[in-house]
């Protein structure tokens, strides 16, 4: 069963319906502490209610004792120490202007912000940390949580500055003229996923970049199934016809989103370059979960890994969401 096939199933999805707003894996790293930063101000940018969530599990070596009460004073030590985050947290967003709600949450990490990614309107969580949400991110929780929450996650590495400023004027969004990337490949899982870039790109008052990673010749046939390895070279009329079907992926996304500057790029490189490469000049890089050999497709394996460890700024993954704005879009497919 190929990529689509599994993954078809949109998930419903209302902005106005995710009561828990913008939710933040916080476990007091570093890493975890700028997340907690890049959620607030998001919350504060979209008038959302921000909830830090704080998790823990109690260790095996106390877990597997017989002595019952040594289980109790485990769950008590390890609930303590997740109560004693969220002060931290507290701390850090002391004069934040927007709603807050702090819970503290028994379970894996990763399974926690799934299950609270239900009721998210966007998740958040650091690139590393110390063993909580963040500390596996780019181990066997990194796929977990892009490829099974039911809301856009954003990954917050250590390149993020949540700059110097006190006050509840910290949590004010700044001026950036960056662009907002978002990386598509015609797939349905991309067109989502470029949505809700261009709602990042107008929120934030900045332009959009659609992106569309064409692969070296020595690649080719994997993407242009048509082809031969003989005859893999594309031609000048063939790039131009994808630059013309990008360009008409921009006009789509302009029809709703009027007033919106978008530009369709078309950059030769592996999909885990040109991505990574884009995170560098973008301030915010978006991707879809699944799509169709490209960009997309392979996020959440090996490319995912290579993005998340190379980025340098915020990466968002979007799960396929239920859009009724896909309903009027044109078939567009690299994929000659």
């Not at 250590?158 to 990386?183: E, H, K, L």
């Not at 890089?285 to 050999?293: A, K, L, S």
Request: glycine share 12%; aromatic share 4%.
């Amino acid at each position: 069963m190929n990529e689509d096939a599994r993954h078809r199933r949109a998930i419903p999805y209302t902005r106005e319906s995710r009561g828990l707003g913008v939710i933040v894996g916080f476990d007091a790293s570093d890493q975890g502490t700028r997340a907690l930063h890049y959620a607030a101000v998001e919350a504060h940018r979209r008038s959302l209610p921000l909830t830090v969530i704080s998790a823990f599990t109690v260790p095996r070596a106390v877990a597997g004792y017989v002595d019952s009460a040594a289980e109790i004073t485990g769950d008590s030590l390890a609930r303590r120490g997740a109560e004693d985050m969220l002060d931290e947290a507290r701390e850090h967003l002391r004069n934040y202007p927007g709603t807050v709600a702090y819970r503290v949450e028994h379970g894996d990490a990763a399974g926690v912000m799934i299950a609270r990614s239900e009721n998210a309107a966007f998740a958040v969580v650091g690139g590393r940390g110390r063993g909580g949400f963040v500390g596996r991110l780019l181990g066997s929780v990194s796929s977990a949580l892009p490829a099974h929450a039911h809301c856009p996650t954003t990954v917050v590495n250590r390149r993020y500055d949540p700059g110097m400023i006190g006050g509840a004027t910290r949590f004010t969004p700044r001026p950036d003229d960056r662009p907002v990337i978002v990386g598509v490949d015609g797939s349905r899982h991309g067109r989502v996923a470029a949505l809700h870039a261009a709602e990042a790109a107008m929120a934030r008052g900045t332009n959009l970049e659609v992106l569309l990673a064409l692969p070296p010749i020595d690649s080719s046939v994997l993407w242009y199934s048509s082809r031969s390895a003989k005859d893999a070279g594309i031609t000048d009329k063939e790039l131009q016809g994808l630059q013309e079907r990008l360009d008409g992926e921009a006009r789509w996304l302009g029809s709703h989103f009027p007033g919106l500057s978008i530009e369709g790029v078309l950059e030769e490189g592996s999909a885990a370059h040109v991505m990574a490469s884009a995170t560098a000049r973008a301030q915010l890089t978006v991707m879809g979960t699944r799509g169709r050999g490209g960009i997309t497709s392979a996020l959440l394996g090996s490319v995912s890994r290579s993005v998340l460890i190379e980025a340098r700024g915020p990466v968002q993954v979007v799960p396929l969401l239920a859009d009724a704005r896909l309903e009027n879009h044109e078939e567009f497919s690299p994929v000659l």
